[in-house]
């Protein structure tokens, strides 16, 4: 199975900043197949970002997804409350799919 | 839109089964993958299988292939899902989710239940 690890495992940054969370594979993500979660508490995950880059329906351009290969960055820029939540990384290049752990984000 | 709606939470005992069932609103329910992620209390997310109604096609993670059955009713536009033989490690909540059509092969997952709270106690 491929292995997912994502750093940090919280991160706590200002309303209004820059943030950059990172997924790392095991191998090879194949042609990108690598997707961003995000998961509010008490909610299910909602999809923000598939085949690494491509934004999901209705989510603001201050989400953007890049990478390839092994290492892959979800950013947010222009932090904003409602940004509070876990973010998961998924693969979908080689079943099983998986999960990373998760990195929480706290706005200080 | 896809909209998915779940049954509500189930308490168990050990070594009963649990289903749980998502019922889909849309047009494409018999070509979209059905996909089932569970998450324990404070855990990450975990893959547990997956349903192309018209393809009659199921895959399962290793992990619950002994213990899991996912079906489909497209006649009500229905999933279900099985669990058996359940310990306190099976307590999570149970999402369902529906997958980009693929084929049978793995995809990203663009819509989500609400998720059913399974409570498994001894």
């Known amino acids: 199975d491929i292995v997912l690890t994502q750093s940090p495992g919280t991160l706590s940054s200002s309303l209004g900043e820059r943030v950059t969370l990172s997924c790392r594979a095991s191998?090879?993500?194949?042609?990108?197949?690598l997707a961003w979660y995000q998961q509010k508490p008490g909610q299910a995950p909602r999809l923000l970002i598939f085949?690494?880059?491509t934004r999901a329906t209705d989510i603001p351009d201050r989400f953007s997804g890049s990478g390839s290969g092994t290492d892959f960055t979800l950013t947010i820029r222009r932090l904003e409350p409602e940004d509070l939540a876990v973010y998961y990384c998924?693969?979908?290049?080689?079943?099983?799919?998986?999960f990373g752990q998760g990195t929480r984000l706290d706005i200080k | 839109q896809v909209q998915l709606v779940q049954s509500g939470a189930e308490a168990q005992r050990s070594g009963s089964s649990a289903r749980v069932s998502c019922k889909y609103s849309?047009?494409?329910?018999?070509?979209?993958?059905i996909a089932w992620v569970r998450q324990a209390p404070g855990q990450g997310l975990e893959w547990m299988g997956m349903?192309?109604?018209?393809?009659?096609?199921?895959t399962y993670a290793q992990k619950f292939q002994d213990r899991v059955t996912i079906t489909a009713d497209t006649s009500t536009k229905t999933a279900y899902m099985e669990l058996r033989s359940l310990t306190s490690e099976d307590s999570a909540v149970y999402y369902c989710?529906?997958?980009?059509?693929?084929?049978?092969?793995?995809?990203?997952?663009?819509?989500w239940g609400p998720g059913t709270w399974v409570t498994v106690s001894s």
């Open positions: 998924q693969q979908y290049a080689k079943p099983p799919i998986t």
């Open positions: 191998q090879t993500v194949r042609s990108n197949y």
């Open positions: 085949d690494a880059s």
């Open positions: 989710a529906r997958q980009i059509p693929k084929g049978p092969a793995p995809n990203y997952l663009d819509a």
């Open positions: 849309g047009d494409s329910f018999n070509t979209d993958a």
């Open positions: 349903i192309v109604p018209l393809l009659r096609f199921t």
